[in-house]
């Protein structure tokens, strides 16, 4: 009878290093529990089951300004309607809506810290959810994460962003915003207004007390010295003492004849008082014009500075008063102007959580981690034996 031997040690032999990986395999089952198995469950738990709705409201808008310039195409468009896009006071509307002072006036409008801690909110995403700090701090950073406003710097329009866990909120908090910046800019243009004019007002009363002061000193020399205008009247000193001089001399011319043809007419010596008359009163109407400290001109010089003091006054008045019609005529135009492009919309449908994507993305996370801790771990213990 033959008898069949059967190699125990080399049936061992074959399958001892599957068993060893089996083995392996089973010491690693923990690890992938912990780093795929629970946090994919828990991801699928949380997204599936607890994660709040997140609504997003969005809106567009531009400032524009009648005279700025700007070098976009965009501006360029609105050029040729009159406008121009004005991107800095769009940096200041855009602070504003992310400032406190919008925070609060939206708090107690609409009393949205509130809403951001609503119990229906998951305490994951709820306004002091996990660390309860309901502080306007804490509230304020968080309203950060909730709003978001983006620049186009090409077109210069901008993109407010809100979101929140209700669509009815998202749309209030943006509409509110949207007023808000509105608000602002009327302000804006309020106080430019409003400077602009008082400068022109002060202007128009600092040439008013000018003119004012200029006549005055006019009418003052006037009484003083006994002068209307001294120039005019020097043209009519000037034509008296012509028309005297005209007199002597048809006098003198009358005088002579009679000397030479009529000596012992009797109208020689009334011809001669006469023209020794005639002599003395073109010496004074000349006095009197000049050649005297009372002289008209003596008192010219003075007159015409005290002349051209009022006359640049008046001038100065009218430069300040057309300027304070022009302030007012500008002040009737609003400087700037935010235009909606894009109003407030209400959503009808949550965009996030993604809730496949993010169970997804915690599976693949899981895998990665997973894979490099299992090749860790290999190789220590390889190292090991």
Excluded: C
């Excluded at 997140?54 to 965009?74: G, M, N």
């Excluded at 995403?125 to 309901?134: T, V």
């Excluded at 243009?189 to 005055?216: H, T």
């Excluded at 008046?314 to 109003?343: D, F, M, P």
């Amino acid at each position: 009878m033959n008898t069949v031997l059967i190699d125990s040690t080399s049936e061992n032999n074959t399958y001892l290093p599957k068993q060893g990986l089996v083995a392996r395999i089973k010491g690693l089952n923990w690890l992938f529990l912990l780093t795929v198995v629970v946090p994919t469950l828990i991801s699928a738990f949380y997204f599936g089951m607890t994660a709040s709705d997140v609504y997003t409201s969005e809106s567009r808008f531009i400032i524009r300004s009648p005279e700025r310039q700007s070098a976009s195409p965009f501006s360029a468009l609105l050029k040729g309607t009159g406008f121009s896009s004005s991107q800095g006071d769009t940096f200041t509307v855009q602070d504003f809506m992310l400032s406190r002072d919008a925070l609060k006036s939206l708090n107690d409008k609409l009393n949205i810290g509130k809403a951001f801690a609503s119990k229906d909110v998951d305490i994951f995403s709820r306004f002091a959810g996990l660390d309860w700090d309901d502080s306007f701090e804490a509230l304020y950073l968080y309203y950060l994460k909730k709003v978001d406003i983006r620049i186009d710097s090409a077109s210069s329009i901008t993109t407010l962003t809100v979101k929140s866990f209700t669509a009815e909120d998202a749309f209030r908090i943006n509409e509110q915003l949207m007023e808000m910046g509105e608000a602002l800019v009327n302000q804006l243009n309020d106080l430019g207004r409003q400077d602009m004019i008082r400068f022109a007002n002060g202007e128009v009363s600092k040439a008013e007390d000018k003119a004012k002061a200029a006549a005055v000193a006019l009418s003052s020399y006037r009484d003083k010295k006994g002068v209307i205008d001294p120039e005019q009247q020097t043209t009519m000193e000037l034509e008296q003492v012509a028309r005297l001089q005209g007199e002597l001399i048809a006098t003198q011319a009358l005088l002579v004849q009679l000397q030479n043809f009529a000596k012992n007419n009797p109208q020689i010596p009334s011809l001669q008082l006469r023209v020794k008359n005639l002599r003395q009163q073109i010496d004074v109407e000349t006095t009197q014009v000049a050649g005297g400290a009372r002289s008209l001109a003596n008192k010219a010089a003075e007159y015409q500075r005290l002349a051209l003091d009022r006359e640049f006054a008046h001038t100065q008045l009218g430069s300040a008063l057309a300027s304070l019609e022009l302030a007012r005529a500008e002040a009737q135009r609003k400087q700037l102007y935010l235009e909606r492009i894009v109003h407030p919309s209400k959503p009808d449908r949550a965009m996030e959580p993604r809730r496949i994507r993010g169970v997804l993305s915690t599976l693949v996370l899981g895998l990665i981690v997973w894979g490099v801790l299992t090749l860790l771990i290999a190789g220590v213990k390889e190292h090991q034996d």
